[in-house]
């Protein structure tokens, strides 16, 4: 329950048809397996205490009595222990039956939620023997408690903020107006299916898009258990197909045909982030469902789940490479548009051999090539100064002139140590002020060559770089057009090997100079070299940047705190970074990030291209003098 997680469980016991009694036996020993693994959410199958497939056998008095002997069983070995746990059953009420979910924990019936759309198409004839559940809440006496039933039940975590639980039953997910609907919208965070869904070929396909579908839409977790392992197969065959959803993604998927028992950690906090990020989602019905409130132990939630080391980047290959040629076209299509709209003739680029410079002049082709534009209006400058190695100049020139772009040299050497003169700068004093003189002297010169040829600067800073405030004010910090605003470092990177990789035959030249790039150091080389090798490089001055952007990511578009971000990078990077190595990148992070707002909150234009941005016209509205301290709090509790 730390930091907002709670651990779910889905699980189909293996059961006999008609058969309560030995059903509850099995349902207990599932059970177990769930408190061993100190699950707190459990959820077992549709009907699982009499099976699915009893026909007409539901009817019979004896199965009825049987089934509530059953539930007794499992009542009484859920005694001290604290895990919600939601059972199917037969119910009968008011001379009707229902297929119901008993929400249990300790001993008690906390509820009974009933089916409230019964199929009757198909293979199912469920309306032979099932009633359709009402929304509205009742009470009903069942093993001598007195409990509420009915649709509309909520329940609501005392001691974990923002769990609140909901439950729909099998066909109830497939319709127009699934109950899970209205239940998000009185407050549910996480919603329960029980379910008995029959194998078709393809249905799994169907089942799945549709439980992380219904988990993206009401901004929630999802937690689906289907029949398996001991229904009738007289005419149909269940897998146990159980899944764990979270806001759109499947956090674990049961293997079919296997009767597993699958667990993940549900992050409600996450979920609660994402209820206040999204303005239209909009709280209704609140009072028309009965809350019932439950208490859990607390206790530090074991992870199971996985945390991506690039949250920016897609770990499948080819959804990678789909999205790097989404990511190139959404830069394209921006610079396109604002040459369309300003009528300027030329892009003038600062080309350094390095990565974002490289990015930034790949794109710009491209927005030319959609322009019917000639690539020689595309001013590639090169501006060699004290940092200069050979290797970066030479992959910035043959970079220019493979894409068709005109190199123009500047060596602003001797314009810079006028200036140090003029301002009293000692060139042996390698501080700030020495680094930025040139940064900004390089930027004086790309703004010039703009006015001259009626052209626009292309910024190349990226949005890992902005969030640090690794950027010289009014100098790499400003550009007319910033094309890599909105593509985190670890991004960059992946967009230029997608362009290496993607280079047809008569590129193999192109293709050379960009895989140098990538396997040059980043640097901003502002700093001279050491043996004619690059002496300056950023990563040892602010740190890696897979952390900084996985830190970015959870900060931004989770809105966790630091100590949460700080667990879960220590499980995302564990073995390749120490807890203290990422205590301290994430306070160098958080300062810097604080601290360098004022940069971020004059930048020029550019697209946004994921769902993490930093322009303050859009994704961040912060004030430039917003105090780091309720953060700095958890950030003095952590190694490092």
Same mark, same amino acid.
């Given at each position: 329950?730390?930091?907002?997680?709670?651990?779910?469980?889905?699980?189909?016991?293996?059961?006999?048809?008609?058969?309560?009694?030995?059903?509850?036996?099995?349902?207990?020993?599932?059970?177990?397996?769930?408190?061993?693994?100190?699950?707190?959410?459990?959820?077992?199958?549709?009907?699982?205490?009499?099976?699915?497939?009893?026909?007409?056998?539901?009817?019979?008095?004896?199965? $009825?009595?049987?089934?509530?002997?059953?539930?007794?069983?499992?009542?009484?070995?859920?005694?001290?222990?604290?895990?919600?746990?939601?059972?199917? $059953?037969?119910?009968?009420?008011?001379?009707?039956?229902?297929?119901?979910?008993?929400?249990?924990?300790?001993?008690?019936?906390?509820?009974?939620?009933?089916?409230?759309?019964?199929?009757?198409?198909?293979?199912?004839?469920?309306?032979?023997?099932?009633?359709?559940?009402?929304?509205?809440?009742?009470?009903?006496?069942?093993?001598?408690?007195?409990?509420?039933?009915?649709?509309?039940?909520?329940?609501?975590?005392?001691?974990?903020?923002?769990?609140?639980?909901?439950?729909?039953?099998? %066909?109830?997910? /497939?319709?127009?107006?699934?109950?899970?609907?209205?239940?998000?919208?009185?407050?549910?965070?996480?919603?329960?299916?029980?379910?008995?869904?029959?194998?078709?070929?393809?249905?799994?396909?169907?089942?799945?898009?549709?439980?992380?579908?219904?988990?993206?839409?009401?901004?929630?977790?999802?937690?689906?258990?289907?029949?398996?392992?001991?229904?009738?197969?007289?005419?149909?065959?269940?897998?146990?197909?159980?899944?764990?959803?979270?806001?759109?993604?499947?956090?674990?998927?049961?293997?079919?045909?296997?009767?597993?028992?699958?667990?993940?950690?549900?992050?409600?906090?996450?979920?609660?982030?994402?209820?206040?990020?999204?303005?239209?989602?909009?709280?209704?019905?609140?009072?028309?469902?009965?809350?019932?409130?439950?208490?859990?132990?607390?206790?530090?939630?074991?992870?199971?789940?996985?945390?991506?080391?690039?949250?920016?980047?897609?770990?499948?290959?080819?959804?990678?490479?789909?999205?790097? %040629?989404?990511?190139?076209?959404?830069?394209?299509?921006?610079?396109?548009?604002?040459?369309?709209?300003?009528?300027?003739?030329?892009?003038?680029?600062?080309?350094?051999?390095?990565?974002?410079?490289?990015?930034?002049?790949?794109?710009?082709?491209?927005?030319?090539?959609?322009?019917?534009?000639?690539?020689?209006?595309?001013?590639?400058?090169?501006?060699?100064?004290?940092?200069?190695?050979?290797?970066?100049?030479?992959?910035?020139?043959?970079?220019?002139?493979?894409?068709?772009?005109?190199?123009?040299?500047?060596?602003?050497?001797?314009?810079?140590?006028?200036?140090?003169?003029?301002?009293?700068?000692?060139?042996?004093?390698?501080?700030?002020?020495?680094?930025?003189?040139?940064?900004?002297?390089?930027?004086?010169?790309?703004?010039?060559?703009?006015?001259?040829?009626?052209?626009?600067?292309?910024?190349?800073?990226?949005?890992? %770089?902005?969030?640090?405030?690794?950027?010289?004010?009014?100098?790499?910090?400003?550009?007319?057009?910033?094309?890599?605003?909105?593509?985190?470092?670890?991004?960059?990177?992946?967009?230029?090997?997608?362009?290496?990789?993607?280079?047809?035959?008569?590129?193999?030249?192109?293709?050379?100079?960009?895989?140098?790039?990538?396997?040059?150091?980043?640097?901003?080389?502002?700093?001279?070299?050491?043996?004619?090798?690059?002496?300056?490089?950023?990563?040892?001055?602010?740190?890696?940047?897979?952390?900084?952007?996985?830190?970015?990511?959870?900060?931004?578009?989770?809105?966790?705190?630091?100590?949460?971000?700080?667990?879960?990078?220590?499980?995302?990077?564990?073995?390749?970074?120490?807890?203290?190595?990422?205590?301290?990148?994430?306070?160098?992070?958080?300062?810097?990030?604080?601290?360098?707002?004022?940069?971020?909150?004059?930048?020029?234009?550019?697209?946004?291209?994921?769902?993490?941005?930093?322009?303050?016209?859009?994704?961040?509205?912060?004030?430039?003098?917003?105090?780091?301290?309720? /953060?700095?709090?958890?950030?003095?509790? $952590?190694?490092?």
């Amino acid at each position: 329950m730390k930091d907002g997680f709670l651990k779910a469980a889905a699980a189909a016991p293996k059961i006999r048809v008609a058969d309560p009694a030995w059903n509850a036996l099995e349902i207990c020993k599932a059970l177990d397996s769930c408190y061993a693994q100190r699950a707190k959410l459990i959820v077992l199958p549709e009907l699982c205490l009499t099976g699915y497939t009893c026909q007409d056998l539901f009817l019979q008095e004896r199965l $009825l009595e049987e089934s509530l002997e059953g539930l007794q069983t499992v009542l009484e070995h859920t005694k001290g222990h604290d895990a919600l746990t939601f059972v199917g $059953l037969p119910f009968e009420k008011d001379g009707k039956l229902y297929n119901v979910a008993a929400a249990v924990q300790d001993g008690r019936i906390l509820g009974l939620v009933p089916k409230q759309n019964i199929p009757n198409y198909g293979e199912f004839y469920e309306v032979r023997h099932f009633a359709a559940g009402s929304r509205e809440v009742s009470e009903v006496d069942v093993l001598g408690q007195t409990v509420p039933f009915g649709g509309n039940l909520l329940f609501s975590c005392r001691n974990l903020k923002g769990l609140v639980v909901g439950c729909e039953l099998c %066909e109830d997910v /497939w319709v127009m107006d699934p109950p899970s609907t209205a239940l998000a919208k009185a407050g549910a965070t996480v919603i329960v299916n029980l379910s008995a869904s029959n194998e078709t070929v393809g249905k799994d396909t169907y089942r799945k898009s549709l439980i992380a579908a219904t988990s993206a839409r009401l901004l929630c977790g999802y937690v689906y258990a289907s029949a398996g392992d001991g229904e009738s197969t007289q005419d149909l065959v269940f897998s146990g197909h159980h899944m764990i959803a979270e806001n759109g993604s499947v956090l674990a998927e049961a293997a079919r045909f296997e009767n597993e028992t699958i667990f993940s950690e549900l992050d409600i906090h996450k979920i609660c982030h994402e209820r206040r990020r999204m303005s239209t989602f909009v709280p209704e019905n609140t009072e028309t469902c009965v809350r019932i409130g439950f208490t859990l132990e607390k206790e530090e939630t074991k992870l199971t789940r996985t945390f991506a080391q690039m949250p920016f980047v897609p770990s499948d290959e080819t959804l990678k490479k789909e999205r790097c %040629e989404q990511i190139l076209s959404i830069q394209a299509q921006g610079l396109k548009k604002r040459y369309e709209h300003t009528g300027a003739k030329t892009a003038v680029i600062g080309v350094s051999g390095g990565l974002d410079s490289t990015l930034a002049l790949l794109v710009t082709a491209r927005a030319f090539d959609l322009l019917g534009k000639d690539r020689n209006d595309i001013l590639a400058v090169t501006m060699p100064c004290f940092g200069t190695t050979n290797r970066t100049y030479e992959n910035a020139c043959r970079l220019a002139q493979t894409l068709g772009a005109k190199l123009i040299e500047v060596n602003i050497r001797e314009t810079v140590q006028v200036h140090f003169r003029d301002i009293g700068q000692d060139m042996d004093k390698h501080d700030v002020t020495y680094e930025n003189g040139q940064a900004r002297e390089r930027t004086q010169v790309l703004m010039d060559l703009a006015n001259q040829s009626n052209g626009l600067v292309i910024g190349t800073g990226d949005m890992s %770089e902005l969030a640090l405030g690794w950027a010289t004010y009014n100098g790499d910090h400003m550009s007319m057009y910033g094309v890599n605003v909105g593509v985190p470092k670890t991004l960059v990177r992946h967009l230029v090997a997608y362009c290496a990789n993607t280079c047809s035959e008569s590129e193999k030249v192109l293709q050379e100079v960009l895989l140098d790039v990538l396997d040059t150091p980043v640097s901003p080389e502002l700093l001279p070299p050491e043996d004619g090798k690059i002496s300056q490089k950023t990563e040892d001055l602010v740190g890696p940047y897979e952390l900084h952007d996985f830190f970015l990511y959870q900060l931004l578009r989770c809105g966790f705190g630091p100590a949460k971000i700080y667990r879960l990078a220590c499980r995302a990077f564990e073995g390749i970074y120490s807890k203290e190595t990422i205590g301290k990148w994430l306070k160098t992070f958080c300062r810097r990030f604080f601290a360098q707002q004022f940069k971020r909150s004059c930048l020029p234009d550019g697209p946004k291209v994921g769902s993490v941005a930093v322009s303050p016209r859009g994704d961040l509205r912060m004030p430039s003098d917003a105090s780091r301290m309720a /953060w700095q709090k958890e950030l003095d509790q $952590l190694p490092g």
